[in-house]
């Protein structure tokens, strides 16, 4: 296969914030006025026609130019503001694929880099003049290799990259503008905007001199870091007591001793936010999210499954219990600046992880929980890391383009895996062997594979498997589940089953079973379940079986006591009296 991109599933959404050409959602900017009106001058002017806006990460870059889109939007000045998330999974193909989105044109699939760059050429010449902002660039390359218009004052193209480096801007021949960080007062002030001034108007003049003098030492530490001010202050929201910000200043502190290097630096007062959430159950809904694609948006509702799935939160009595207490999980991680709130016209509500944050995140999972993420990264084959994954837990190599699974993933170093991510890539078949050694496996999804024709055996000796997803692939039929007496979850929606699976019975922790297609064209082909297989599923949380012929009992569903969610159709008006009066 060559080069090639991909489409995302339903829960999972990298932005793509002009291709609808409508402003961006964006925060009040902080101290980055001059920054801005700079920007635009360049922008509006004919001398420039390249611009690299560079700046350590979580300064505030991305915010500014949002600004700056925006603007630029209202004013027509082009005919395309285009805008499109690079960050450090730099892709040409992928690259191509985001600027001929935004231009609601199609590049076809298995054309080569060179092809796809010429056919890119001359879609953009039909949107002269056109703004491209690339956001968050981690190196130079050729503007030829993707198929990008020189910028130049005939053609009134013009192009901005926001960089870490300035070296990335340099050597791609922008002028450089640089975000720097806050002045103490601009710093001060964000500060006390997200913490609250309440903090110091609660006290009398000694202690609130103190506390004041705390608190600007705090600020101190952040170094005029937009995003470390807003996460710091965030955690020490409605903290009042003096001593208890005293603590927190040491803590801080000890965070930021013997560490070198800007990233460093900010990793490490960023975690001092993560290191106050204190609850290791929060702090692993936390680290969870990291597993994602960079810059991609989920919606709360699947990020909450996630952690159901995963046992990060308690077992309750009903599942929608277990939900409500995700949301306040969410909502404790939005209150804290860990995560941000994003509203999707499509989705609703979704959440999404600065990318300073989200690398930090994957810095804590080096040494303990250990992760192994690859997501999003184009990946044709697994990669080597995975072959000396000793010791991981979770590996995430969803929403890449791999074909198949070497031999070598069932050995040994895999014996530690509880967490298997490998949605949304070309799987067709998988070896017999993969699963063998693979038995702490508790959450295997394989989701959006289009291509998955088979199952090996080896998946029914996964005794401890909780959640296994198989949505969206090609499966006519999946191996024996008997064995599968933890198994919690099943997903079968949208597959080509034709039968039900044998030993579904059997699975008596079974609390959420989906058999579903959808209409019109995907209609699942099981014609009915019988009777003694959902009877014996008496823990059964949620049963969907919407978009199939699956016709059901009333009086066997009515029976099904826990059930709290149930999408599905009964073949008689009388199967539906009956179900009510259960």
């Known amino acids: 296969m060559g080069e090639e991109g991909s489409q995302l599933p339903d829960y999972l959404v990298i932005d793509d914030p002009s291709a609808l050409a409508v402003e961006l959602p964006v925060s009040k900017l902080q101290g980055s006025q001059a920054v801005k009106a700079n920007i635009l001058a360049c922008l509006k002017g004919e001398e420039v026609t390249m611009l690299g806006v560079w700046g350590m990460g979580g300064v505030g870059k991305t915010t500014v130019m949002m600004h700056v889109h925006n603007e630029l939007l209202k004013e027509g000045i082009f005919k395309k503001v285009i805008w499109v998330t690079v960050s450090q999974n730099f892709n040409i193909y992928n690259l191509q694929e985001q600027i001929a989105s935004n231009l609601e044109e199609n590049l076809q699939e298995h054309q080569n880099t060179v092809n796809r760059a010429a056919k890119l050429s001359k879609m953009l010449e039909k949107h002269k003049p056109y703004l491209l902002i690339l956001d968050d660039v981690r190196s130079s390359f050729k503007l030829e290799s993707v198929g990008l218009l020189e910028p130049n004052v005939s053609n009134g193209c013009k192009l901005v990259l926001t960089t870490r480096s300035q070296e990335v801007a340099h050597s791609m021949d922008c002028r450089r503008i640089q975000v720097e960080t806050l002045l103490e ?38 170094d005029g870091l ?21 603590v927190a200043l040491n803590e801080l502190r000890d965070c930021k001793r013997n560490v070198a290097g800007t990233d460093a630096n900010a990793f490490q007062i960023l975690k001092f936010s993560y290191d106050r959430l204190i609850k290791k159950q929060i702090q692993y809904c936390f680290l969870y999210y990291a597993l994602y694609p960079e810059d991609c948006k989920i919606p709360k509702e699947a990020i909450i499954e996630s952690w159901i799935d995963e ?83 979770k590996v995430s190599l969803m929403h890449n383009y791999i074909e198949e699974i070497p031999l070598s993933m069932a ?71 008997s064995g599968l007496g933890s198994l919690k979850k099943l997903n079968l929606r949208k597959t080509k089953i034709k039968e039900v699976p044998e030993g579904l019975g059997m699975l008596k922790n079974l609390k959420c079973l989906c058999l579903c297609g959808s209409e019109p064209f995907d209609i699942l082909e099981i014609d009915e379940i019988a009777d003694g297989v959902l009877s014996n599923l008496s823990k059964l949380q949620e049963l969907i079986v919407d978009g199939s012929r699956i016709k059901l009992k009333g009086d066997v569903v009515g029976r099904l006591m826990k059930l709290e969610v149930f999408h599905g159709w009964f073949p008689t008006a009388n199967d539906m009296k009956i179900f009510l009066r259960c």
């Open 411 to 481: 050995s040994l170093t895999c014996t530690s895996f509880t967490t298997l991510l490998l949605a949304y890539n070309e799987l067709s078949t998988i070896p017999e062997s993969v699963f063998e050694h693979m038995l702490e496996l508790k959450i295997l999804d394989l989701s959006f594979n289009y291509k998955l024709w088979s199952l090996p055996n080896s998946v029914s000796k996964l005794m401890k498997l909780i959640t296994l997803l198989l949505e969206s692939t090609s499966l006519k039929k999946v191996p024996s589940l």
């Open 185 to 222: 007062e601009e710093a001060l002030k964000l500060f006390l905007n997200k913490v609250g001034g309440i903090v110091l108007s609660d006290h009398g003049e000694g202690i609130k001199r103190d506390l004041e003098s705390t608190l600007k030492e705090i600020v101190d530490e952040c």
């Open 311 to 393: 046992g990060f939160i308690d077992e309750m009595e009903s599942r929608q219990s277990m939900k409500d207490e995700g949301c306040g999980i969410l909502r404790k991680l939005e209150d804290n600046s860990l995560l941000e709130l994003i509203k999707d016209e499509v989705r609703g509500d979704c959440v999404r992880m600065h990318d300073l944050i989200r690398d930090m995140a994957l810095d804590i999972t080096r040494m303990s929980p250990r992760f192994l993420v690859e997501a999003g990264k184009a990946l044709k084959e697994q990669p080597e890391k995975v072959k000396c994954a000793e010791g991981v837990e």
């Open 226 to 246: 937009p995003l470390a001010l807003i996460t710091v202050a965030s955690s020490l929201k409605g903290i009042s007591e003096s001593q208890l910000w005293s």
